[in-house]
């Protein structure tokens, strides 16, 4: 029997694997590698971060969604693969060997060589990232009651990106818990986001983006734009306005939390397999697999897909991965059923929708926009769809959000 070992069980692995087992019968076998033995929603973690919704409303078990005569889990972390031998290396279980391989194991915190981000600052990457956020932000607030250090009530988002965004828009929602824990008024709770771009959320048309950008001003959030991040120290970011020079001083913000969101890249393991990648995303074939190995699938954050006509890849995003892995399953299928395989991938985006905290969002889909709470409503709809469509009603009544009424 053939053997299919995917790699990651997120948005994309994990749609890989429920797809394939109602597609494939005894025509192959496949082992589903996983760090962890729970499924995390890396699109809600940043309200874990806030400590806004606990981390079981992000997380459920893979096992359920296994069928086990089909599928094997493996809860262990890749180390390597190695495309030309056809085997991937694991830290605590003897290698596999796979006929086919779809490698989904996501992204991690891109820190671009800045001084100190990588020692000094949280990433925001993984749900157990946004667990340490939010430990880290109630232990700043509670110090506080204790030496008064005005940095503890200061909180600094480095990178005013979607994820930057929706962290302040959270962050400020939080806002009374914090005081609280903190024993001062919420308005004595600072929040900072900063950015090297000029003009922020390129997602969104200019309109669309301001709008964006004012709800978060209205949140008491302060938002710095050609903020050239040069140093993290602890506790302190050092950033130069863009077009001030070299020989003038750096500006300086203290914070005693300082939380880094500038941008993604592909996992580790993709670099440390040899392939031909850059920040650790593989310019994939028409049928997502890499150019040098027609056996080696690489979908969700670590593939990058050029647009017909397109100069830059599309962005990674979970629904881009989704869409990615439904192919994988077909493309696969028709390969083990000796059909004829599916023409190339072709991804069709259904819009954009960014949450600004609990209620507020702005988003696009088709040709409307959206402003507010139905942004904010769209965006747990699209959740709880994703929910249905992985584990059916079941998974949906369990982890979806229904708090669409306010
Ligand atoms: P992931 O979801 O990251 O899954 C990777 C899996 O691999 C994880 O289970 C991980 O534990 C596992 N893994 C990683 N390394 C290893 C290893 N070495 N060994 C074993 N297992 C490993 N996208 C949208 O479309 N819409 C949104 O609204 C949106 N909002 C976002 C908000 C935030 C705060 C963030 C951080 C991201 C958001 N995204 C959004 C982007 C989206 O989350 C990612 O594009 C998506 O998660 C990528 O899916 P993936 O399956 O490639 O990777």
Known sequence: MKQIVVLGA?????????????????????????????????????????????????TFDIQPLLNPSQTTLIVDTVINVDPDARTVQLANHDDLHYDYCVLAVGFISETFGIKGAEENSLPLTNVKQAEAINQHIEEQMKAYQKDHNPNDLKIVVCGAGFTGIELVGELADARPRYAKLAGVNPEDIHIEVLDAAARLLPMFNDKLAHYGISLVK??????????????????????????????????????????????????????????????????????????????????????????????????????????????????????????????????????????????????????????????????????????????GMKLMMKKGRFDLYH
């Open 10 to 58: 997120g948005y994309a692995g994990l749609r890989t694997v429920t797809q394939l087992q109602k597609k494939l019968k005894d025509q192959a076998h496949i082992t589903l590698v996983n760090r962890e033995p729970y499924h995390y929603q890396a699109t809600m973690i940043h309200e874990v971060a806030a400590g806004n919704i606990p981390t079981s409303k992000v």
């Open 218 to 391: 209205k949140l008491d959030v302060t938002v710095t734009t050609q903020a050239l991040i040069q140093e993290i120290k602890p506790g302190v970011v050092l950033y130069r306005k863009a077009g001030e020079g070299d020989d003038q001083p750096l500006h300086q913000i203290q914070a005693n939390t300082i939380i880094w969101t500038t941008g993604v890249s592909g996992s580790s393991v993709i670099a440390k397999a040899g392939l031909k990648q850059r920040r650790g995303r593989v310019m994939v074939t028409g049928h997502l697999t890499d150019p040098d190995h027609d056996d080696l699938y690489l979908i969700g954050d670590v593939a990058a897909v050029m647009p017909p006509q397109g100069k830059r890849p599309y962005p990674t995003t979970a629904q881009i991965a989704l869409s990615m892995a439904t192919f994988v399953a077909e493309d696969l299928t028709a390969r083990l059923k000796q059909q004829q395989r599916p023409s190339n991938y072709v991804y069709h985006s259904q819009g954009t929708v960014a949450s600004v905290g609990d209620t507020r969002g702005l988003g696009t889909t088709g040709s409307l926009s959206l402003k507010g709470y139905p942004a904010s409503a769209l965006k747990k709809i699209i959740v709880d769809k994703s929910l249905l469509e992985l584990g």
